[in-house]
């Protein structure tokens, strides 16, 4: 046979979905893939079934209906200070996912560089490779995931093309501050650079931690790619809404892409979106207290079990260290203390190492995902008593 893709070659399949389906198989509690187990809001399922009865199932705007347009920049200034045109500088994507690899396909050439700090969500990884782009990293330390000014600094360079901000931040949980924001912009400005941000986990904050947008700090609005979606805010990851904002130049180049590789995303969905992006601030906040609530039951969990959990400041994942549960249930790393986690306990997590360049990074550290019932983190609670019990 023919050889395959030499890009395609370069890069391992999703071990976050691998994880899902490993747990699936054997009916484990699926703490890996950041999806809810938790029905999603009435409301929202009642828009998108009003919208199918309305006959919005034919394709969409490619760059998305006017109404989501219009609602996602109303949000874009009321929640982030974000001030965009809904005719030029948005587009709907499926999912933040593809809004991601649309933004940098839209402006990557070859040579490019792309800083992301690490650790990093995985995706950016094949995205990077994909777009063509070379990734550079700028560690974040424990124990509170701050970067050393230095490091990144040192990162920029006349081949930077972008800077990938993803907060509040998978998988540590960590939330830049302004300061940080304003430092990061500093760079940017510097260097000439675009940010790209990954804020989806925007509303998703904890001991009042306030989310700050890159395209609203000064000097930035023209040079930032903001990229959202509905899945994480409304628990509905699978309806594949999200979107990117940018200045219209780059909209118009990351359009053309999104129109090629999608054509758009799914149009009921997009009008259901419309009507969440108009729900009352109440929601918001019963959605932190619902979120604060699971992410101290899970931390507690964790330190019982024996793990080095950090407590996040945002969204719904606990990064934690488990090098001495390691040598108890003798294995040298942390893909095996995954899987032999889910032999013991029916617990699904993800292995540190998929959020670094080098799987030595994460060897003793795993990610737990929170977005689950209570009652789920309960059953999970009792289970991972098996690793004490196993010793
Ligand atoms: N963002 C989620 C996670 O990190 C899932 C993303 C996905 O699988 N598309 O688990």
Not at 16 to 29: D, F, K, N, P, T
Not at 161 to 190: D, W, Y
Request: overall charge negative; proline content about 5%.
């Amino acid at each position: 046979m023919r050889s395959l893709s030499k890009l395609a070659e370069s890069f391992t399949e999703s071990v976050i979905r691998e994880m899902a389906r490993l747990c699936q198989s054997v009916g484990g509690y699926n703490l890996s893939q950041g999806f809810p187990d938790f029905e999603s809001p009435q409301e929202i399922k009642d828009a998108a079934i009003a919208a199918i009865n309305n006959e919005h199932n034919q394709y969409s705007v490619t760059y998305g209906e006017p109404e989501l347009r219009e609602a996602i920049s109303k949000k874009a200034w009321t929640y982030n200070s974000i001030k965009c045109n809904p005719q030029t500088d948005i587009t709907v994507c499926c999912g933040a996912t593809e809004a991601m690899i649309s933004a940098l396909m839209a402006i990557i050439n070859p040579g490019d560089e792309i800083i992301v700090f690490e650790p990093f969500y995985e995706n950016y990884g094949p995205d990077s490779i994909l777009s063509g782009a070379t990734l550079r990293y700028v560690t974040l330390h424990t124990p509170d995931w701050s970067y050393s000014p230095d490091e990144l600094a040192d990162a920029f360079n006349e081949k930077t093309k972008a800077i990938i901000i993803n907060t509040p931040h998978n998988p540590t949980g960590k939330v830049f501050s302004r300061k940080e924001m304003e430092e990061i912009a500093q760079l940017c400005i510097k260097w000439d650079c675009y940010a790209i941000t990954d804020e989806i986990y925007e509303h998703i904050l904890y001991d009042n931690c306030r989310h700050i947008s890159m395209a609203s700090i000064p000097g930035m609005n023209k040079r930032t790619i903001t990229i959202n979606s509905i899945s994480k805010t409304y628990a509905v990851t699978g309806w594949r809404v999200g979107w990117a904002i940018a200045d219209k130049p780059v909209s118009q180049s990351i359009r053309k892409v999104h129109d090629f590789l999608t054509v758009g995303a799914p149009n009921p969905f997009q009008h259901a979106a419309a009507s969440a992006l108009l729900f009352a601030d109440d929601y918001y906040i019963n959605l932190q207290i619902h979120y604060a609530q699971l992410r101290e039951t899970l931390f507690a969990t964790l330190q019982k079990a024996g793990f080095k959990p950090h407590l996040p400041q945002g969204a719904y994942y606990i990064f934690a260290d488990m090098a001495d549960l390691m040598k108890k249930i003798d294995v040298q790393d942390d893909v095996s203390f995954s899987r032999k986690l889910i032999d013991i306990t029916g617990v699904a997590t993800v292995p540190g190492s998929s959020f670094y360049n080098d799987p030595s990074s994460g060897k003793s550290k795993i990610r737990f995902c929170f977005c689950k019932k209570l009652e789920t983190l309960q059953v999970v609670d009792i289970a991972l008593n098996k690793l004490n019990a196993n010793s």
